[in-house]
Structures are given as structure tokens and as C-alpha cells.
């Protein structure tokens, strides 16, 4: 059974940095597209990047593009999340996911929840 946890979650300050970790449990990464996703209360989960099987192609939404950057490590069987100049409207619940098919299920915001793998989440917290 494939299992996603994340860790590195915390309070920073407005203009900090962290990173966040995803390490796959029971599956072989590269064999994933994965991606990290945001949410916050009374709002959907926000896809904020993705990562194909090799790392060659990622994307960003908007909201994070220019500050955040995903990465992975597929000897390590791990994704990371680069967050920086972080923000308050940063703060949130923040997900990794997992799905052996890059395609709709990432593409199309109403297919998030039929992605495979989910991991239970890590809280950041930015303020002063």
C-alpha cells in the first residue's frame, strides 16, 4: 500500500522560507507524477505545482509562481517543496499527492479528488 507523508510544515515569518518533504512509502516514485497541493478553511484544495515522473516538466499556479519550486528525488523516494518569500495568505493545510497518469485528474480541478495517493498534511503557518 502506498503511503504519502509530509513533514516540515510550521510558523515562519512574512518574507521566510521553508520546505516542505514528501516521502513515498510502499511504491517506487519515479513511477508517479506528483504535486503539492494547499487548502485552506472554507476554500477548495489548490493545486500549487506539479512534478512529472523525471522532474524535465513542472507547473506552478499563479499564486506561488516565481516563489515556490518543486522538486524530487527518486532514489530517495521523495518530492520537496521550496517555499519562499512567504506570505499570510500562504498559511493553510498543505498536501502531497500522487497519481501513476499525468492527466485530467491533475489538469482539470474537479478531477483532484480521484487522484490516487493523498498524504495526511502538513500545517504552515506564516505571521508575524
Known amino acids: 500500500q502506498v503511503k504519502l507523508v509530509e513533514s516540515g510544515g510550521g510558523l515562519v515569518q512574512p518574507g521566510g522560507s521553508l520546505t516542505l518533504s514528501c516521502v513515498m512509502s510502499?511504491?517506487?516514485?519515479?513511477?508517479?507524477?506528483m504535486g503539492w497541493f494547499r487548502q485552506v478553511p472554507g476554500k477548495e484544495r489548490e493545486l500549487l505545482a506539479s512534478i512529472r515522473y523525471s522532474g524535465g516538466s513542472t507547473d506552478y499556479s499563479d499564486s506561488v509562481k516565481g516563489r515556490f519550486a518543486i522538486s524530487r528525488d527518486n532514489a530517495k523516494n521523495a518530492v520537496y517543496l521550496q517555499m519562499n518569500k512567504l506570505q499570510p495568505d500562504d498559511s493553510g493545510i498543505y498536501y502531497c499527492?500522487?497519481?501513476?497518469?499525468?492527466?485530467?485528474?491533475?489538469?482539470?480541478?474537479?478531477?483532484?479528488?480521484?487522484?490516487?495517493?493523498w498524504g495526511q498534511g502538513t500545517q504552515v503557518n506564516v505571521s508575524a
Open positions: 499527492a500522487a497519481d501513476q497518469t499525468w492527466g485530467s485528474s491533475w489538469l482539470n480541478p474537479r478531477g483532484h479528488k480521484f487522484l490516487e495517493y
Open positions: 510502499g511504491g517506487t516514485l519515479s513511477s508517479y507524477a
